[in-house]
């Protein structure tokens, strides 16, 4: 459990260098160096933790330049919501990342965070819809289904595995939806139940469970029943099914986190005008980490921090949205150590990583920031060699309107591939048909 003064020293941490990235006015991709702290192997049993942070990030004010060719035009291009570089921790290669997002630098330090800016598509749409189901379908040419839902339907078992893939959204995003598999939504730790049994189990009762599931079994386990029949009774035995090793009566055992998350009456991070941070998406995670504590057999979990389509009044919300996600993501981390599970320590089990759909224009305009393109993803995990990876994109050679250029060096589904190649231990020929293609992976795994 973080304590307030690890709390209070990592908020306000400078210094400390760490690895490899093209200088910041662009160039050729290096290699991260050795993070301070080795990774880990990649686990036998590994979780999956996709973070969207909606709405598009203005990551320029997250890793923003600090030194070198890209400080001047990230500097007169904001002159009012510029980082200031004392208040940044030093990431080497003239990259700074900013103490808002609280907790992740102490974990940088140790080479526990993977890095990605620029990363993004050769045609970039400015629309969140858009951009959101492109990053959602992670395909060479997109489809109706999502790159983690076509891996549910190679990797899922169709007759079962119906809490291996979980949103504790109460929406089903494109990226979670398979051809013949799909993720669960589970948004609370009760009421993961069959709608009949809310209404009672009196014998006799028009939605009686008990008759219900006694005769879905009997559906699906008798030979040669009728195949529509079967077809129709097979979906809600899996339900039923999932719901049976849901916790009890389809509700989690209760858990007290083991550490403090945003929003927590003794969270030592406040708001920047005093109050409590937002507890929405520390609820979220605090979420999952009681399913893993359950035994639930989750392999990926998908959760969502919106609210960052900064137009307007950037300077306030921005510090306070960081200080919620970089807060949680640390919460969550110093939480799963305390979580052991049939298949080891959750905090060796488990990788987050997070997206947004594009990043925002260099230049603010009236307190806010426009749609960009490029835009930031990162992984965080004790498996991860910590660093910058990719190229950050030359400020000093923007495009027509003003964004930032793509760099082929840091295709989004590069990023997918490494993740369903290494982390998920998918086969490099499936990992490629899932994707479309074979896009080269990165380094962190």
């Known amino acids: 459990m973080s304590t307030r003064r690890e709390f209070l020293l990592t908020a306000g941490a400078t210094g400390i260098a760490l690895t490899g990235l093209s200088a910041c ?70 990259v700074g990342l900013n103490n808002d997002l609280t907790g992740l630098g102490e974990l940088s330090q140790q080479g526990r965070v993977a890095w990605i800016p620029g990363i993004g598509m050769a045609n970039f749409s400015l629309s969140h819809f858009t951009a959101g189901d492109l990053w959602g379908q992670g395909a060479a040419v997109p489809g109706g289904a999502g790159w983690l839902g076509r891996f549910a339907d190679t990797a899922f078992n169709a007759a079962g595995d119906v809490l291996r893939g979980i949103t504790v959204t109460s929406d089903m995003p494109i990226m979670l939806k398979g051809g013949s598999r799909s993720f669960v939504s589970i948004p609370n730790s009760s009421g ?191 498996s991860v060699k910590g660093g910058l990876y990719g190229s950050y994109p030359d400020l000093n050679n923007l495009d027509a309107n003003g964004n930032m250029r793509y760099s082929d060096t840091a295709d989004f589904r590069s990023l997918y591939a490494t993740v369903l190649d290494r982390w998920l231990g998918q086969p490099s020929t499936t990992t490629n048909s899932l994707l479309g293609s074979n896009y080269p992976r990165l380094g962190f795994l």
């Open 25 to 94: 006015g662009g160039g050729t991709t290096q290699t991260a160096t050795p993070p301070t702290v080795p990774p880990n192997p990649v686990p036998g049993s590994p979780i999956l933790v996709v973070i969207n942070i909606d709405g598009g990030y203005d990551w320029l004010n997250v890793l923003p330049p600090i030194s070198g060719s890209n400080t001047a035009p990230y500097q007169n291009l904001r002159p009012t919501l510029k980082i200031d570089p004392a208040t940044t921790l030093d990431l080497g290669s003239g």
């Open 192 to 382: 993961y139940v069959f709608p009949a049994k809310l209404t009672g189990n009196a014998v006799g009762a028009p939605f009686d469970a008990a008759r219900l599931e006694t005769g879905l079994y009997t559906a699906v386990n008798t030979p040669n029943q009728d195949p529509g029949y079967l077809l129709a009774a097979l979906p809600t035995r899996l339900f039923l099914d999932a719901q049976n090793g849901f916790g009890t009566n389809g509700q989690l055992p209760a858990r007290t986190p083991s550490a403090l998350y945003p929003g927590d009456a003794s969270y030592p991070v406040k708001r920047l005008d005093g109050g409590n941070l937002s507890t929405g998406f520390s609820n979220q995670l605090k979420l999952i980490a009681q399913m893993i504590a359950s035994g639930l057999p989750g392999q990926v979990y998908f959760a969502r921090l919106g609210g960052w389509d900064t137009h307007s009044n950037q300077a306030a919300d921005h510090p306070n949205l960081q200080r919620v996600l970089g807060g949680a993501l640390r919460a969550f981390y110093d939480d799963l150590k305390s979580i052991s599970t049939t298949s080891g320590n959750a905090q060796d089990r488990l990788m987050v990583m997070g997206y947004s759909e594009f990043g925002r224009r260099v230049k603010e305009n009236n307190g806010g920031t426009d749609h960009g393109t490029a835009g930031l993803a990162f992984c965080l995990g004790k």
